[in-house]
């Protein structure tokens, strides 16, 4: 099946709440580039779009999300889009650093802090897999409502590298547990993500979508601009938490390492693929 932007990503209007659902099941929703512009299409309309006050963002399928593409028929990593996040130039063409720092914060950094600053309320509704990339687009939504099968990982220290690209895990389950998340490379249940704060609520699998969106609805009551000031105000608090500060001074070291893998090894993932990373995160048997 091709992946057009049409095709990527649906969006479904429930009253004044906006279901945006990732449309790639058959590969666990793996983002591709298509897939990440298609949402911030969706997203950009539903800012301007007075009548939509809550966005909830899902996954088709089983899985919310298994992270970034890095190994589908529709990797689409050399593929030019029209830069949204930043000033920069196109990292298509460019070797080394140049190229993978130029498309890492437009695609994957860039576009997750322009989402998470969107004026509106954003609910993850998540089941299955939340993992690495997966991660970074439910911790760009301002709450997460979790599936008691839901599960969440950033096993990308087995490829050398300290975390996603948006490294908000110290902020999220507090710094104790980011280590054992990173060190371990284990997926964390949705009892254990909400005993750290993490998520929201865990609910039923059959109630998921009932519960997210009764919790949307009643958001939906409160007005638009006190909505958009109190998202703000939250936000600024956790920056000045560290947050952002604390996401860029990592983002450096997220390329020393795949600068490090590229120069001593085949390539800069440490020859890793979505199978190899699937079976390394099989291998620890955790829940
Ligand atoms: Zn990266």
């Given at each position: 099946?091709?992946?057009?932007a049409?095709?990527?990503?649906?969006?479904?209007?429930?009253g004044a709440?906006a279901?945006?659902?990732m449309?790639?099941?058959?590969?666990?929703?793996a983002?591709?580039?298509?897939?990440?512009?298609a949402?911030?299409?969706?997203?950009?309309?539903?800012?301007?779009d007075?009548?939509v006050?809550?966005?909830?963002l899902?996954?088709?399928?089983?899985?919310?999300s298994?992270?970034?593409?890095?190994?589908?028929?529709?990797r689409?990593?050399?593929?030019?889009?029209?830069?949204r996040?930043?000033?920069?130039?196109?990292?298509?063409?460019?070797p080394g650093?140049?190229?993978?720092?130029?498309?890492?914060?437009e695609v994957?950094l860039?576009?997750?802090r322009?989402?998470?600053?969107?004026?509106?309320?954003?609910i993850?509704m998540?089941?299955g897999a939340?993992?690495?990339?997966g991660?970074?687009?439910?911790?760009?939504?301002?709450?997460?409502?979790?599936?008691?099968?839901?599960?969440f990982a950033?096993p990308?220290?087995?490829?050398?590298?300290?975390?996603?690209?948006?490294?908000?895990?110290?902020w999220?389950?507090?710094?104790?547990?980011?280590k054992?998340f990173?060190?371990?490379g284990q997926?964390?249940?949705?009892?254990?993500?909400?005993?750290?704060g993490?998520?929201n609520?865990?609910?039923?699998?059959?109630?998921?979508?009932?519960?997210?969106l009764t919790?949307?609805?009643?958001?939906?009551?409160?007005?638009q601009?006190?909505?958009?000031l109190?998202?703000?105000?939250?936000?600024?608090?956790e920056?000045?938490?560290?947050?952002?500060a604390?996401?860029?001074?990592?983002f450096?070291?997220?390329?020393?390492?795949?600068?490090?893998?590229?120069?001593?090894g085949?390539?800069?993932?440490?020859?890793?693929?979505?199978?190899?990373?699937r079976?390394?995160g099989?291998k620890?048997?955790?829940?």
């Amino acid at each position: 099946m091709s992946d057009s932007a049409a095709e990527v990503v649906l969006t479904e209007r429930r009253g004044a709440v906006a279901i945006v659902t990732m449309n790639r099941p058959e590969y666990r929703n793996a983002q591709n580039s298509a897939m990440t512009y298609a949402l911030d299409d969706a997203f950009s309309a539903l800012a301007a779009d007075e009548a939509v006050k809550v966005i909830v963002l899902a996954g088709e399928g089983d899985h919310f999300s298994a992270g970034h593409d890095i190994g589908t028929p529709g990797r689409d990593v050399d593929v030019s889009f029209p830069r949204r996040a930043s000033i920069w130039w196109d990292h298509v063409g460019r070797p080394g650093a140049d190229g993978r720092i130029a498309r890492e914060q437009e695609v994957y950094l860039g576009m997750c802090r322009r989402w998470r600053e969107l004026p509106k309320p954003m609910i993850a509704m998540v089941q299955g897999a939340c993992i690495a990339g997966g991660l970074m687009l439910a911790w760009s939504c301002d709450l997460i409502i979790a599936s008691d099968d839901s599960f969440f990982a950033d096993p990308v220290v087995q490829m050398g590298i300290p975390g996603v690209e948006y490294f908000a895990h110290p902020w999220v389950m507090g710094p104790r547990f980011a280590k054992e998340f990173l060190f371990s490379g284990q997926r964390f249940s949705a009892e254990r993500a909400l005993t750290l704060g993490m998520v929201n609520r865990v609910v039923s699998r059959a109630e998921l979508e009932s519960e997210t969106l009764t919790l949307a609805e009643r958001i939906a009551t409160m007005p638009q601009f006190g909505l958009a000031l109190a998202k703000m105000a939250v936000n600024q608090a956790e920056d000045l938490m560290g947050l952002r500060a604390g996401i860029d001074s990592v983002f450096g070291l997220h390329h020393v390492a795949h600068a490090h893998n590229a120069e001593v090894g085949s390539d800069h993932l440490a020859g890793h693929d979505a199978r190899t990373m699937r079976d390394a995160g099989k291998k620890d048997g955790a829940t």
